[in-house]
């Protein structure tokens, strides 16, 4: 049970973050497009402590824990490459992604993102279907 009240209070703090920076900054909390506009130069201090803010979240959990969070991954480094690619390039031919849409974009009951989720779900779905497939 311990693992589910980790989780749940994970997602609580991924909500509340996302609620105070669109009430104190007015932007939605989509990661891909803060770390772009960190890049861009946009907005720097904000998008870069964001980011910073994300990064250091394993730091945290071993404050919290006294252990690093566990992370296994299986595939090989150039998959992870080529995976991590693909989202970016889907993240910008869908204006966004899992947590603007997922997070911010459903909660505001965007159509747009109610459709980009619908094409997350069924695209992974497809995805660990042909994976396994191809592994079996």
Known sequence: MTSYLVS???????GLSSV?????????????????RAVQGI??????????????GPVVYFAA??????VTV?????????????VGFGSRMGSGCTSGHGVMGLARLSPRSIVAVLT??????AA???????VL
């Open 43 to 56: 907005n720097t201090w904000t998008n870069a402590a964001f980011v910073v803010g994300l990064l250091l």
């Open 128 to 134: 660990v279907a042909l994976l396994r497939g191809a």
């Open 120 to 125: 997350f779900l069924a695209s992974s779905i």
């Open 8 to 14: 749940l209070l994970g997602g609580a703090l991924v």
């Open 74 to 86: 299986t595939a090989s480094l150039p998959l992870v490459m080529l995976a991590g690619l693909l």
């Open 65 to 70: 824990f006294r252990h690093w969070p566990t």
């Open 20 to 36: 105070i920076l669109l009430i104190l900054n007015g932007r939605i909390a989509g990661v891909s497009g803060i770390v772009g």
